[in-house]
């Protein structure tokens, strides 16, 4: 087994897939007994060791697990994880077709005839609260790799949830009855994260599966390993989608920008355009220089589309308009000044859009981001009178206040490529890329 931290107070390990947690009836090597072997010998320890198991995984589950070495860790960490504040994230790789997001809350009971979990009504006899969330991270082939975040510690929980949806997971001996003889289901624990027992710091630990059918899904994975989200990755180019509050790239400041986290995880990585930090949605990298030239050129001829999803306050009038104006940058105070004509030192800003829907006190539109100036939705929906929900810079509070915005409703959502004929990367023309806007629409 791979340990993957070890102080006076914690063990972190990786279990082996197919392995019991702790010893039971079958006799086999179990993971409890071989750490505490291996803690024996390690330290020269005396008598019984002490290894506390606070959570479990099924037999055929690999990933990340702890062990407390001392009780008072044990209790803490127990604590943790019954109020929810550990965070367990696993990886399954599904059938079917999953949504690109959702929330699974069920009653599971446990045949105790089948070892099954059961979907049940409340109130059924031994039947106990299941929830999770998952978001789809990528689609091949019929298969989809999703990310799921475990809210509650239910027997069989995931293998179950997920296949009364219809997208059961793939190898599942148990809850997938076209699973062939002999499959290794997909399933493992690849990121946990808890709360030290003495320090109190935060701690994140990662492992991620390998073989079988997760060859399929290996630069995805190593994405979520580092904390990216891959929407599309070839030898030239990666698409990410950047989650609110993070910076693009290093120049632009802040920690554990995207750039830093694909330099680690997949070596060069050039940012060819950029996101305001406070925006959610797809990032370009290019994944060499000559890549990046294109790109670049792509951007500045306007024929990499780009559009975005935004929630802005009041009855959009006309439905459907390309705008045009005149942006000075502040760059002093990090805000942008739009005006109708032109100024000294002012840059033309276009910027289409139309609406999707609306309910009189606000308007959901598609922006079309024609120019790529800096916060040029933002500065542009607010200077003709509609500035966009939960935007702090240019935005209107008694309108965020009053819909208890969490953070910017602007996404970039969608990018469509167009690349001629005997361009390196011809291939992607025509080929766009979606994701789903962090926020309800």
Known sequence: MKVLYEDNHLLVAVKPENMPVQADSSADADMLSLLKAYVKEKY???????????????????????????????????AQMASRSAKKRYAAVVQGDPPAAGELFDWLSRDEATGNALISQEGAAGAKAASLSFRTVSRKNGLALLD??????????????????????????????AAGPGEQIALYAYSLTVEHPTKKESMAFTSLPEGGVWTRFQAELTGLANGLEIVYIDTNVVAVNKPAGVSVAKADGGENTLEERLLKAFGEAYPVHRLDQATAGLVLFARNEPAKEILDLALRERTLEKYYVCRVKGEVQPREAVLTAYAVKDAENARVFVYDRPLDGAKEIVTGYRVLSTDGESSLLEVKLVTGRTHQIRAHMAHIGHPILGDEKYGDYAFNRAHDAKGLYLCAARIVFRFEKGSALSYLDGKTLTVEPPFEI
Not at 57 to 63: F, M
């Open 148 to 177: 799921v975040s475990l809210h509650t510690g239910r027997h069989h929980q995931i293998r179950a949830q997920l296949s009364s949806r219809g997208y059961p997971i793939w190898g599942d001996q148990r809850y997938n009855a």
């Open 44 to 78: 020269n320890k005396p008598g019984e060791v002490y290894l506390g198991l606070v959570h479990r995984l099924d037999r055929p589950v690999g990933g990340v697990t702890v062990f407390a070495r001392t009780s008072k860790a044990a209790a803490r960490l127990g």
